[in-house]
Structures are given as structure tokens and as C-alpha cells.
């Protein structure tokens, strides 16, 4: 038994098998007796007092903006590492899926803007369609196991951290609330802080953790969304080796992937999946607001990326990556149109808990829309990836 577990949670697709099993159970927990327990756990007030320092949020927010803070810190260490070092490391490795990430973010936001321009409250999620959760991409590509070419998982790698990176600068502008000057320069100081740690050489994580989580805090206070910290903290890391072959940031990205791939996306998944289907018939799916967003992701994230790709390519400013053909790029295109929890985490940001009618509507496109790329991608992927080559029996 303890074998069978080890060896499941060692294979690429069981962080996304896990989330979508969260998802059913929060989907039933939503729509059973067991509702407002649910939403009670949710709702949960959890207080911190240190001195004047108050926090004081519902347990909600807390996953949301301390768990996620931690799942963006992987984030940018991933972004670094890959910008310094790997599929992004030179303009011609980057540019394809530069471009690629950047129609895959226009077009659905044009897309989901066509439903919802005239909705004053609702045309604030525009930016819900145009991310991609990374984790569960490439959960449903390990699916076709050794079928998948290497140059292809890299493609899809490459173009999800840039759009995290596009994501992330949306969150920085658009999504921050009215700003406190004084919590502004406590995180200007703790970055400060942070930088001189890298210059001065110090390769222990513990001093940049602790001034982390001072970063943290006063990001959380200042009206600029605390995930950001996480980015910040992240880009201080050291990326080079010491004379043992010890990395910062290379030891703090593998800590941090098993518990961001079975404890804080499950998690945040629970407890922003759960949406409640009562009282909502066809007018509500087929509103503005999830149409917007499920059309977003099924269509503009694949017409975005192909498009921008194939002019990117016409005029030379990147070339198809060996071995690979557009139908190929057209199902990882597809696969990046699973926003769930990426898109829910912007939707959570787009749309404050009192709204519950917005909220719920966003989620429920999120869930169609990212179900049905994942299902559209595997398929076709599946039929046109060449079959797993058999080794033929020994004499």
C-alpha cells in the first residue's frame, strides 16, 4: 500500500488527478446538506495581534492571500530559473512562446470584453480567461506519458511561466486596492533588505524567509495584492552554486513543489470550487459573465496562441521548435486554456464575496470552460502524437 502511494504521487499527472478530485468534493459539499458547514469553515475568523499589527480575515482570505503567496513564490523562482537559465535564457528560445503568451492572453480578454463591455461590475474579470494553471497542463500532458516529445512539454512550460508572468503584472496593476504609504515603504525597505542579502553573499534561506515574511505582512497591508511578495522574495534567491553544488533557490523550489501540488492548490481549490447550484437554470450558464469566461479559455486561449505564433513565425521573428508541427501547437494551446484555479484566484480578486451572483457565475464558467479545453487538448493531442514506440521482447 505504502508503495502504491509513493508511486503515485511520483508521476507528473497526480498533482492534477488530485485537484480535480477536490473540485467533485467541493462541488458536492456546495450542493448537499453539508452547504453550510462548507461556508462556515470558509467563513472562520482567524486573527493575528502582534502590538498595533492586526490581521484579521476570514480563513477564506487567509488561503488566498497566505497560501497563494507561497504558490506564487514557486512561481517566480520557476520564472527566474527558466529566464536566467532555461527555456527562456536567450531570445530565441523565448520568442515563440513570448509571442504565443501574449495573443493567449488578448484574445480571450477580447473575447470575454465582447459578452461582458457593458456590464459595469462584471467587465472588471476580463483578465479571468487569460490564465493558465500550469499544474494541471501539464497534468493532463503526462497523461500521453512517453508519447509527449520533450521539445513539446518545454513549449508548454515556457509559454505557462511567461503568461504566470503576464498574470502577475495584471494582478500588480490592476487588481490592487486604494494604497497605504506607510505599508508601502515597509516593503520597499524589507525588498531593500531582501537585495542586500544577495549582494552581501548570504546563501542561508532562513534571514531571507524571515524578512519575507515582514514583506509579506506589510504587501497584505498596503492595498497591493500580498501574493506579490512571494514574486519578490523569489527574484532576491540566489541562482548560483557554492562550492558544495548548494542552491537557494533551487532547494527552496523543491521543498516547496510537493506542498504546492497536494496541500495549497487542493486546498485552494476546496475552497473556491465549491459553487452552489441552486436556483441557477440555461439563462444563468449562458450569461454574459460565464460565457464570457468559458469561451475565453476554450476558444481565445487557442486562437490567441496559434495566431500570434503563426505570425511570429511568417515574419521570422521565431521559428516552430524541431520536430514539432502546428497541429501539436494546437493542442497545447488548447491545454492552456485550463484557467481553473489561476482564473479562479483572478476571478477571487475580480469579484469581492459579497458578490456572490458574479462570483459563483465566474466559477462556473472557469469549471466548464477549463473542463472542456483539457478534454479538447488530451484528445487531440492523443490522436495526432505519434504511439509509444514498443520494445520489442528479448531473445
Known amino acids: 500500500m505504502k508503495q502504491s502511494f509513493q508511486d503515485f504521487f511520483s508521476q507528473e499527472s497526480s498533482g492534477g488527478i488530485v485537484l480535480m478530485v477536490v473540485v467533485v468534493i467541493a462541488m458536492v459539499l456546495a450542493n448537499s446538506p453539508l452547504d453550510g458547514a462548507y461556508h462556515a469553515f470558509l467563513n472562520t475568523p482567524v486573527r493575528v495581534r502582534f502590538g498595533p499589527l492586526d490581521i484579521d480575515k476570514p480563513m477564506l482570505l487567509w488561503i488566498n492571500d ?180 548548494y542552491c537557494p533557490s533551487e532547494t527552496l523550489e523543491h521543498r516547496l513543489h510537493p506542498w504546492s501540488a497536494f496541500l495549497i492548490l487542493p486546498v485552494f481549490a476546496f475552497a473556491n470550487a465549491g459553487v452552489s447550484l441552486e436556483g441557477l437554470g440555461l439563462a444563468d450558464l449562458t450569461s454574459p459573465l460565464p460565457m464570457g469566461i468559458a469561451l475565453g479559455l476554450l476558444l481565445g486561449k487557442p486562437l490567441g496562441i496559434m495566431l500570434f505564433s503563426i505570425i511570429a513565425v511568417m515574419v521570422r521573428l521565431a521559428r516552430l521548435p524541431e520536430g514539432l508541427g502546428w497541429v501539436h501547437l494546437l493542442g497545447v494551446s488548447l491545454l492552456c486554456g485550463i484557467g481553473f484555479t489561476m482564473a479562479m484566484f483572478v476571478a477571487s480578486l475580480s469579484f469581492d464575496p459579497g458578490m456572490l451572483n458574479y462570483g459563483d457565475l465566474a466559477r462556473l464558467g472557469i469549471l466548464i470552460g477549463s473542463g472542456l479545453a483539457a478534454v479538447a487538448g488530451y484528445v487531440l493531442l492523443s490522436k495526432t502524437l505519434p504511439e509509444q514506440r514498443k520494445t520489442p521482447p528479448e531473445p
Open 66 to 245: 497566505g497560501l497563494m503567496a507561497m504558490f506564487f513564490t514557486l512561481i517566480g523562482l520557476e520564472v527566474k530559473r527558466e529566464l536566467l537559465q532555461g527555456a527562456l535564457s536567450s531570445p530565441s528560445k523565448a520568442a515563440l512562446p513570448t509571442f504565443a503568451a501574449i495573443g493567449g492572453l488578448l484574445v480571450p480578454a477580447l473575447i470575454f470584453l465582447a459578452f461582458n463591455h457593458q456590464d459595469e461590475l462584471g467587465r472588471v474579470g476580463w483578465a479571468i480567461p487569460a490564465a493558465t494553471d500550469i499544474a494541471f497542463a501539464l497534468g493532463v500532458l503526462a497523461l500521453l506519458g512517453s508519447r509527449v516529445p520533450a521539445a513539446l512539454k518545454v513549449f508548454l512550460l515556457a509559454l505557462a511561466i511567461i503568461d504566470d508572468l503576464l498574470v502577475i503584472l495584471i494582478i500588480a496593476l490592476f487588481y490592487s486596492d486604494s494604497l497605504s504609504m506607510l505599508s508601502l515603504t515597509v516593503a520597499a525597505v524589507a525588498t531593500l533588505g531582501l537585495v542586500t542579502l544577495n549582494r552581501a553573499g548570504v546563501r542561508k534561506l532562513a534571514p531571507y524567509l524571515l524578512i519575507g515574511v515582514v514583506l509579506w505582512v506589510a504587501v497584505l497591508k498596503s492595498g497591493v495584492h500580498a501574493t506579490l511578495a512571494g514574486v519578490v522574495l523569489a527574484f532576491t534567491l540566489p541562482l548560483d552554486r557554492d562550492e558544495s553544488g
